[in-house]
Each structure stands twice: as C-alpha cells, then as structure tokens.
C-alpha cells in the first residue's frame, strides 16, 4: 500500500498533455469512438501493440452492432446467437479474423495490460481497447472509485461482498457514471431494493441485474417506487417474487425504456402469467424471461396471445403439459398472426401431443427459432412440425434430447415433405439415428451450423 491507503497499481502513467486531453474524452464520452482512436494513433506511433487492440475491438463492436439479438440481456446474446444463421460470409469471415487477432494480442498482453487492477478487481472485460466491465467487492468500490474511474471508462460494475453496504453504495456518486450494475447472490432481502430506490445516482443505468438477491414482492415494490428513466434491461431471476409482484409492475410506470424483462426461476406461476397478459408492459418489450415459474400447474381457461407478442419468449422449464399449451394458444386470435421470432419451449413435458398442439398453431407462422429440447417428443410430433408448412421462416429447430428415431427425423428429409424452405439448422441427438439417414440429414442441414 502507499501512503494514502491505496494499492500503487491505481497509479495511472503520466501522460503527454495533449494525449491526457484524449483519455480525459475517453472517460467523459466512453459511447465515442473518436477519442479512443486518437489515442490508438499516438499508441501505434510508439510502437505500443495496444494500439492495434482498440482498432480490433471497435471493428468488432461495430459488425456487432448488425446482430441480430442486440437488443437482448448481454448475458443471453451468446446464447441466442449460436442458434441464429450467420450472416453473409464475408461479414463472417471479417469477424473471425478479428476475434482471432483479439485472442491473440490479449493472450500475449493480457497480464500487462491489467496489472494497474491486480488485487483490487476481478473479472475484468475489454470493450472496444479499453476495460469497462470490472467485479470488485463493495467495500473497495467505496474506497477507490476515484482512482477507479480516473483510470479507466467503466461502464459496468458487478459489486460483491455488499454485506451491509448497501446503503453506502446507493449513497455513491460514482454510480451516476455506470450504464449497468449487477448485484448477485447477496442475498440482501428487500432491503437492497429499498437503498437502491432511494439512490439519486442511479437515472443513467441502461441495465440493472439483481439475480438472487431474495427481494421477494416487497422488493419489487420498493423498485417500482422510483423513476428509472434509462433503464432497459431488467434482471430479477430467483428472487421468490409471486403473481402478486406482477401486478405492481403493471401498475407502475417506473420503467418507461424497458425491452427486457428476466424472470425466470420465480413463482409467478399462472396467474402472474395473467397479469402480465392483461397489462401494458409486454407492448414495449423485446424479449420476457419467464423459465421457470410453474406455469403449467393450472389449466388456462383462456388464451395468452399478448404473451406471444414478444419477439423473444423464454417458457423452458414451466411444466406445460399438451392441455396447458392448448390452453395458452387456442382458439387463435382474430387479427394478425402473433410477433413471437424466437420461443424456447425446452425441459417442458409436451409429448408428442403438445407438439402436434404447437404445430396446428398457424397464428405462429413469424417463428424463426424453436427449442423444443428435453420434451419428450417422438416421431409422432418430429413429423408435425416437419408437415408444419405455415412455418415457412423457422430456420432453426431445435429436437436434440428427444426420444425421436429414423422415421421422425425421415420427415424432414423427404422431398415431399420438406415444407420448410428457410430451416437450415435442425438440432438433433443423433447417436440413434440409421448411419444413411444420418448422412443426409448432414447434407441438408451441415453440422457445421448445428454445432
């Protein structure tokens, strides 16, 4: 430690006068590329290969900005991409390059390029030549983010340790200078929630990740008691919230940016799954996160088909039966085909019966992702959604972990069959599967894009 309690890795490095002026822009404007290549220049005339690092994650940053799942939670843009087709080979092959040169300078820099952090973060995240994402307890947080910030264009801070410093944290300033802050697995109670709705510093956070923090409704409430103008991403996975909380979510108007709802591993059960359908909320989303949430306990005495009008909709692991997903989807409505692209129905217990159910809904005819793993799906429901022939925009469908044989995955090879003009991606468990069918199903759908 120096003299003034903190490690001597918060030392930043003296910078020319004119140069320091960049990093300064850098830290005040960290959405502008400007400055971040400006300083990249002075880098490269030095001979400094972190020059070429910030030139390759801005590239990067820019091809990422035509993904497709961009508006998703970044925890699930991975994810959702590795079943999306990619985009024109050239842009693939740009982007590979890329990657392999990011992988390549921070293997060989990596340790020098962090060691102004060693011993006081973790986790830390490069984005676009310089670290904007860092894990660091609560208690160093408060202690350092002067240094912190002087040092680097944070963006987002994943606080541990919050112990009983939750009110000293709602109380920083320095928040006001995060887009996004995660507060997981501390277990805090609605306590947490509490400080954080009365922070003045909070008006600029895009997104908020609260996973696992027992808030439970009380907790919800607290946060719907405040204005988060910015806010577009929301996080509150197990917090033992119930149908209840949804009500005061609707009600609210808290949260007038948001896209993203995660709920999963809650207890809203079917009649949070009501209130969300009733209110006003799902209009302005873009992707709802309700794995996990009990929702096939009960049968559904009328259809959700506002639930179906978020483009991303995550059921997997509620416990739908063939009768509970009859009850979410029919009769169809009465105007224009629902807005669901993407639907992760997976670890749900449908048959062969409840895919049948899936493939008879012609309202769905917008699905362009399916994953449908671990339902218990045989040959009977593998050759009804291959017959499917309203889903002419599913290009990927996902059937692996499926007690599905020769004759179930045979539909989709057919030629009078093959009613799916746009799938290009079948996942499959194929370790069963006749070695000639298996041949031909690679053919048409090449591992290479089922990997």
Known sequence: ?????????????????????????????????????????????????????????????????????????????????????????????????????????LSRHREEWLAPFRGWTSGEEFRRGFVESVKITARAFLAYAPRLFALTPLRHVQILDLDHWADSLAACPFLDRLEALTIHAQYCGPSLAAALARSPYLNHLRQLRLSRNRLGDDGLVHLCRRSWPSLEELDLSDNGLTGDAVIHLQKSQAFPRLRCLQLRDNDLGPAGAFHLAEGPLLRQLQFLGLAGNHLGQFQFTAPLHSLFSVPHLDLAD?????????????????????????????????????????????????????ILCWCNIGDAGAQALAHAFHLRQLHTLDLSNNPIGGEGFRAFVEPFTRRLPALCRLLRTSITLPYRLNQELNLLFPPRLNA
């Open 318 to 370: 509620n416990g739908l039966t063939a009768e509970s997903l009859r009850g979410l989807l029919f009769p169809p409505p009465a105007g224009p085909a629902l807005a669901v692209r993407y639907l992760d129905l997976s670890r749900n217990p449908l048959g062969d019966t409840g895919t049948i159910t899936l493939a008879s809904a012609q309202h769905l005819e917008e699905l362009r992702v399916l």
């Open 1 to 105: 430690m120096s003299s003034t309690g903190m490690p001597p890795s918060l030392e930043l490095p003296p910078l020319p006068p004119g140069i320091e002026q960049e990093y300064q822009r850098i830290r005040a404007y960290p959405d502008d590329d400007t400055p971040r290549l400006i300083y990249a220049d002075w880098l490269d005339e030095r001979g400094d290969p972190r020059g070429e690092f910030i030139r390759v994650q801005i590239a990067l940053a820019r091809l990422a900005g035509r993904n497709p799942f961009s508006y998703l939670p970044s925890t699930l843009v991975s994810a959702a991409t590795s079943v999306w087709p990619s985009p024109a080979g050239e842009l693939s092959s740009r982007q590979a390059e890329l990657r392999r040169r990011e992988w390549l300078l």
